[in-house]
């Protein structure tokens, strides 16, 4: 614990320190600096940690012995002593301001005389003084010993020398220097306006290559040797055209400052030669060339190249169907290397014309050599050992090759052997060939049928293929006539050689147009594959026949003109048609309701359906209790006749009939031809029956939390007075929780007329119950009410009616007006728990914390003093002594 206290007692003294130890730094490079005769001098200088202002100002003296000399100032013009003043006019001594906090003193032309102390100082910003406020450096200048020359006939000479040729350039570079210094030499050739790294050996005694000579410099292609008498050398092998240019030897000299860090303090460079590199092309003589399928094709490759001494030509011959020169998907045709060694080829020859020409001889060409010809030429050169080297490889450009093919002579002629009359009537087209001429073994014929729609004006419409065969007889069908192709209706032959067929099994409205057939002639090659050489097209037929527009007439008729409700309704159907070939019926019974019935959003109902195979089906027809209710049969062939059972007051409305006509289409199926629709037949029922109203109460809307609502719904009668036993009601509550009746309602519960009751699901915790209090009222519930059932309420009433013959009748719904119901909350209820459960809480908190009080003052902190042991001895009597 003691050792403990002390360290934290030293804590904050040791911070304290720190505090008052921070303060204004002022830093130059560390010396001495050595710097050559006549160059340039940058000393920079920094400051750091100060206040004040973010931009500093600087202050630079010079010293030889012990006196400072004012040199120049950031802020003060007048600061310059007489000796500088002509110097720093001149611009030869000038600061130079990197950032804020640091500038840097530049000293052109170094002499001896600026050879000392330099001392750079920034004035006070700071609020207390604190830290350095100067620096210096020592400078020291020593004299020029770097020498740079290149050959020793001159200054800069010229090569002139062939791609693929080797060289070696020489640089001599030496220094006199007393200090221990450095060379760097690096090899640069000029590149546009620039000049560019080539190879370096640093002042380390690293090599390294410039940017783009890496591997060149990994494969041995470039080097960098040094010799005798303090020379460089730089060898290039595989000399390209890039090589050609201006090459210079850049020497710097560099020395180890006081940090231990390299300094470069001069620089040097010299031009040493100019070198031209002579390009090797190779060129095909001959440009674009056109050939006729049978004949020889002839080519010349040269090359063109300045070497004088022993070479030798390899050469390749290359063929590809696009331009590409990188020759990725090219094939090789024939090929001979440096020893004159010809690859073995049977229709193709390769031949030596003179020293740089060598000719390609391709016989009896065909249509697939139609592409292009590329020569690639590699020049060898022989080595000491006897084995040769190659030293240069070009591609020419491509020569196009188009060879014409001979293409067969013939005709095309179309013909309808079958035409339709009526729809679904055959169509069959025959597309001959006739006068044909040079079919040899080796041409084969297919056909592609095609078909254009009549427009109705002078449009020519776009052509449609219905089917295509390949070269191998492979039928290709088009997307007009796939599927009917398939299911048979259309068939696709060869009744002679001579002779392609179209057949048409049904002919329908949509197949009327113009028909044409294309006969391809297609050309056998050497590798077996097949070439389309020639289309010819044939005359246009047209399929057409002249058709009337169908024609139905529907009829609706109420057998029985009176009845009421309870009763059976029934009305037929008679159908007439024109135009239609051997026509079917289908029917369909439709029901218009009154705009309150909103069974159907459109007000139209599907109700029973016959089809033209005399299958029923129920359409929208949905009460339950009546599903064998409806019936629709038919009577004739063109008669049908629909009952309706046990009508009810719902039923009202306009009936219609929608029959459509349908004739038979090929292969079995039925085609919809027209549609047609009848005259309405109203059911309407003239009754005198009692008028029901509808309302809602309640005594009390306006509750609280918690609390019972009651909300009556009270049906009242007009007119003909009925017994309790001879009417029902179905009851059903709903809810729009807004204040304006703009959201969807929601149905709370529901009473039907046997007595059953059906809630909807609620999210809340309130609880609801519907009851009938009574014959004509019904009473709703919401017990426990929460914020989320006030709104508008309102109940829908559907009445039930006996009639005189006992059967029950649906009258229309009746709609109660809404009202409005509020729930508020209890604030003494509301905030009563809470607070009694936050004063329990802060009372139990408050005994805690006494108790803990208490038990950490008992034990926990109790401190046992040590009293001094005291001798227990009596005091003795003054007498006794």
């Given at each position: 614990?003691?050792?403990?206290?002390?360290?934290?007692?030293?804590?904050?003294?040791?911070?304290?320190?720190?505090?008052?130890?921070?303060?204004?730094?002022?830093?130059?490079?560390?010396?001495?600096?050595?710097?050559?005769?006549?160059?340039?001098?940058?000393?920079?200088?920094?400051?750091?940690?100060?206040?004040?202002?973010?931009?500093?100002?600087?202050?630079?003296?010079?010293?030889?012995?012990?006196?400072?000399?004012?040199?120049?100032?950031?802020?003060?013009?007048?600061?310059?002593?007489?000796?500088?003043?002509?110097?720093?006019?001149?611009?030869?001594?000038?600061?130079?301001?990197?950032?804020?906090?640091?500038?840097?003193?530049?000293?052109?032309?170094?002499?001896?005389?600026?050879?000392?102390?330099?001392?750079?100082?920034?004035?006070?910003?700071?609020?207390?003084?604190?830290?350095?406020?100067?620096?210096?450096?020592?400078?020291?200048?020593?004299?020029?010993?770097?020498?740079?020359?290149?050959?020793?006939?001159?200054?800069?000479?010229?090569?002139?020398?062939?791609?693929?040729?080797?060289?070696?350039?020489?640089?001599?570079?030496?220094?006199?220097?007393?200090?221990?210094?450095?060379?760097?030499?690096?090899?640069?050739?000029?590149?546009?306006?620039?000049?560019?790294?080539?190879?370096?050996?640093?002042?380390?005694?690293?090599?390294?290559?410039?940017?783009?000579?890496?591997?060149?410099?990994?494969?041995?292609?470039?080097?960098?040797?040094?010799?005798?008498?303090?020379?460089?050398?730089?060898?290039?092998?595989?000399?390209?055209?890039?090589?050609?240019?201006?090459?210079?030897?850049?020497?710097?000299?560099w020395v180890r400052g006081a940090d231990s860090s390299w300094?470069?303090?001069?620089?040097?460079?010299?031009?040493?030669?100019?070198?031209?590199?002579?390009?090797?092309?190779v060129v095909i003589s001959t440009s674009n060339v056109s050939?006729?399928?049978?004949?020889?094709?002839?080519?010349?490759?040269?090359?063109?190249?300045?070497?004088?001494?022993?070479?030798?030509?390899?050469?390749?011959?290359?063929?590809?169907?696009?331009?590409?020169?990188?020759?990725?998907?090219?094939?090789?045709?024939?090929?001979?290397?440096?020893?004159?060694?010809?690859?073995?080829?049977?229709?193709?020859?390769?031949?030596?014309?003179?020293?740089?020409?060598?000719?390609?001889?391709?016989?009896?060409?065909?249509?697939?050599?139609?592409?292009?010809?590329?020569?690639?030429?590699?020049?060898?050169?022989?080595?000491?050992?006897?084995?040769?080297?190659?030293?240069?490889?070009?591609?020419?450009?491509?020569?196009?090759?188009?060879?014409?093919?001979?293409?067969?002579?013939?005709?095309?002629?179309?013909?309808?052997?079958?035409?339709?009359?009526?729809?679904?009537?055959?169509?069959?087209?025959?597309?001959?060939?006739?006068?044909?001429?040079?079919?040899?073994?080796?041409?084969?014929?297919?056909?592609?049928?095609?078909?254009?729609?009549?427009?109705?004006?002078?449009?020519?419409?776009?052509?449609?293929?219905?089917?295509?065969?390949?070269?191998?007889?492979?039928?290709?069908?088009?997307?007009?006539?796939?599927?009917?192709?398939?299911?048979?209706?259309?068939?696709?032959?060869?009744?002679?050689?001579?002779?392609?067929?179209?057949?048409?099994?049904?002919?329908?409205?949509?197949?009327?147009?113009?028909?044409?057939?294309?006969?391809?002639?297609?050309?056998?090659?050497?590798?077996?594959?097949?070439?389309?050489?020639?289309?010819?097209?044939?005359?246009?037929?047209?399929?057409?026949?002249?058709?009337?527009?169908?024609?139905?007439?529907?009829?609706?008729?109420?057998?029985?003109?009176?009845?009421?409700?309870?009763?059976?309704?029934?009305?037929?159907?008679?159908?007439?048609?024109?135009?239609?070939?051997?026509?079917?019926?289908?029917?369909?019974?439709?029901?218009?309701?009154?705009?309150?019935?909103?069974?159907?959003?459109?007000?139209?109902?599907?109700?029973?359906?016959?089809?033209?195979?005399?299958?029923?089906?129920?359409?929208?027809?949905?009460?339950?209790?009546?599903?064998?209710?409806?019936?629709?049969?038919?009577?004739?062939?063109?008669?049908?006749?629909?009952?309706?059972?046990?009508?009810?007051?719902?039923?009202?409305?306009?009936?219609?009939?929608?029959?459509?006509?349908?004739?038979?289409?090929?292969?079995?199926?039925?085609?919809?031809?027209?549609?047609?629709?009848?005259?309405?037949?109203?059911?309407?029922?003239?009754?005198?029956?009692?008028?029901?109203?509808?309302?809602?109460?309640?005594?009390?809307?306006?509750?609280?939390?918690?609390?019972?609502?009651?909300?009556?719904?009270?049906?009242?009668?007009?007119?003909?007075?009925?017994?309790?036993?001879?009417?029902?009601?179905?009851?059903?509550?709903?809810?729009?929780?807004?204040?304006?009746?703009?959201?969807?309602?929601?149905?709370?519960?529901?009473?039907?007329?046997?007595?059953?009751?059906?809630?909807?699901?609620?999210?809340?915790?309130?609880?609801?119950?519907?009851?009938?209090?009574?014959?004509?009222?019904?009473?709703?519930?919401?017990?426990?009410?929460?914020?989320?059932?006030?709104?508008?309420?309102?109940?829908?009433?559907?009445?039930?009616?006996?009639?005189?013959?006992?059967?029950?009748?649906?009258?229309?719904?009746?709609?109660?007006?809404?009202?409005?119901?509020?729930?508020?909350?209890?604030?003494?209820?509301?905030?009563?728990?809470?607070?009694?459960?936050?004063?329990?809480?802060?009372?139990?908190?408050?005994?805690?914390?006494?108790?803990?009080?208490?038990?950490?003052?008992?034990?926990?902190?109790?401190?046992?003093?040590?009293?001094?042991?005291?001798?227990?001895?009596?005091?003795?009597?003054?007498?006794?002594?």
């Amino acid at each position: 614990m003691g050792h403990r206290g002390k360290k934290a007692c030293c804590l904050p003294l040791l911070l304290l320190l720190l505090a008052f130890c921070r303060g204004r730094i002022v830093r130059v490079p560390q010396g001495p600096l050595i710097r050559v005769l006549g160059t340039e001098v940058v000393i920079p200088c920094s400051v750091s940690d100060y206040d004040g202002p973010s931009e500093q100002n600087f202050d630079w003296e010079f010293s030889r012995e012990s006196d400072f000399v004012r040199i120049v100032s950031t802020w003060d013009p007048t600061f310059t002593s007489e000796e500088y003043q002509r110097r720093v006019g001149r611009g030869d001594i000038k600061l130079r301001r990197s950032s804020n906090d640091a500038v840097e003193l530049v000293i052109r032309n170094i002499q001896p005389a600026d050879q000392g102390r330099y001392k750079c100082s920034t004035p006070s910003t700071d609020a207390t003084v604190q830290g350095n406020y100067d620096a210096e450096v020592q400078v020291r200048v020593i004299s020029d010993g770097l020498s740079v020359s290149g050959s020793k006939a001159r200054s800069s000479m010229s090569l002139r020398l062939s791609e693929g040729d080797s060289f070696k350039l020489r640089c001599s570079a030496v220094t006199t220097s007393a200090e221990h210094t450095h060379l760097h030499v690096t090899w640069q050739i000029k590149s546009g306006s620039g000049w560019q790294d080539i190879l370096s050996l640093t002042h380390e005694g690293k090599f390294q290559p410039g940017p783009g000579y890496e591997e060149r410099y990994r494969n041995g292609d470039v080097r960098l040797d040094t010799g005798a008498n303090d020379t460089y050398w730089i060898s290039v092998s595989q000399a390209s055209s890039v090589d050609g240019g201006a090459y210079r030897c850049l020497v710097s000299e560099w020395v180890r400052g006081a940090d231990s860090s390299w300094q470069k303090i001069q620089e040097k460079n010299v031009e040493i030669a100019n070198v031209i590199i002579q390009r090797t092309d190779v060129v095909i003589s001959t440009s674009n060339v056109s050939v006729t399928e049978g004949d020889s094709l002839d080519l010349t490759c040269n090359i063109t190249t300045d070497r004088s001494g022993v070479f030798q030509a390899g050469l390749m011959w290359y063929f590809s169907v696009s331009p590409d020169e990188t020759l990725s998907d090219a094939q090789v045709l024939l090929s001979m290397d440096h020893d004159s060694v010809v690859s073995d080829s049977t229709l193709i020859s390769l031949s030596h014309i003179d020293r740089n020409s060598y000719r390609l001889l391709v016989r009896d060409v065909a249509v697939e050599d139609s592409g292009y010809y590329f020569c690639q030429a590699a020049v060898w050169v022989p080595l000491h050992n006897g084995s040769w080297h190659k030293v240069v490889e070009r591609t020419s450009a491509p020569v196009n090759v188009v060879v014409t093919a001979l293409e067969p002579d013939y005709e095309v002629f179309l013909n309808a052997s079958k035409t339709p009359k009526f729809s679904d009537d055959p169509t069959e087209l025959n597309c001959r060939i006739t006068n044909a001429q040079d079919t040899e073994a080796n041409i084969r014929f297919t056909v592609s049928w095609y078909y254009r729609q009549h427009l109705p004006s002078d449009d020519v419409a776009a052509e449609e293929l219905l089917a295509t065969m390949a070269a191998d007889w492979t039928l290709l069908l088009g997307d007009r006539s796939r599927e009917r192709t398939h299911n048979g209706e259309i068939i696709f032959f060869k009744k002679a050689a001579d002779i392609f067929s179209l057949r048409i099994q049904w002919t329908s409205e949509s197949d009327r147009g113009d028909y044409f057939c294309v006969i391809s002639a297609w050309s056998k090659h050497r590798n077996n594959s097949w070439v389309k050489s020639k289309d010819v097209i044939s005359p246009s037929v047209s399929v057409f026949w002249a058709t009337q527009d169908y024609t139905l007439t529907v009829e609706a008729v109420k057998l029985k003109p009176f009845f009421v409700a309870g009763h059976t309704f029934e009305m037929t159907c008679k159908v007439s048609s024109k135009n239609i070939k051997t026509p079917r019926y289908s029917v369909l019974i439709t029901a218009e309701k009154p705009l309150a019935d909103h069974s159907s959003p459109n007000g139209t109902t599907r109700i029973i359906s016959l089809s033209q195979d005399s299958v029923v089906r129920l359409e929208d027809w949905t009460d339950q209790a009546r599903v064998d209710g409806v019936v629709l049969e038919k009577v004739q062939e063109n008669e049908f006749r629909y009952r309706m059972y046990q009508t009810q007051i719902s039923d009202a409305g306009l009936y219609r009939c929608v029959v459509t006509a349908w004739s038979p289409g090929g292969g079995g199926m039925w085609r919809e031809a027209v549609n047609g629709l009848s005259n309405p037949i109203q059911i309407d029922f003239q009754t005198s029956g009692p008028v029901f109203n509808v309302s809602v109460h309640s005594d009390n809307p306006t509750i609280y939390q918690g609390e019972l609502a009651d909300l009556l719904c009270i049906v009242t009668m007009e007119g003909v007075a009925l017994e309790p036993d001879d009417m029902s009601f179905d009851v059903s509550w709903f809810a729009v929780h807004s204040f304006a009746l703009d959201r969807e309602p929601i149905l709370l519960a529901s009473l039907d007329r046997r007595g059953i009751v059906t809630q909807s699901r609620r999210n809340g915790s309130s609880d609801l119950s519907l009851e009938r209090i009574s014959p004509l009222e019904f009473r709703l519930r919401l017990h426990g009410c929460e914020d989320q059932d006030f709104g508008n309420h309102y109940c829908v009433v559907t009445p039930w009616v006996r009639s005189a013959t006992g059967v029950w009748q649906q009258e229309p719904d009746i709609k109660a007006k809404p009202i409005f119901v509020s729930v508020k909350m209890d604030v003494l209820n509301a905030f009563k728990y809470p607070l009694l459960i936050g004063i329990g809480l802060a009372t139990v908190i408050g005994l805690l914390s006494c108790l803990i009080g208490y038990c950490s003052s008992r034990w926990c902190c109790k401190k046992e003093v040590q009293e001094t042991r005291r001798e227990r001895r009596r005091l003795m009597s003054m007498e006794m002594d």
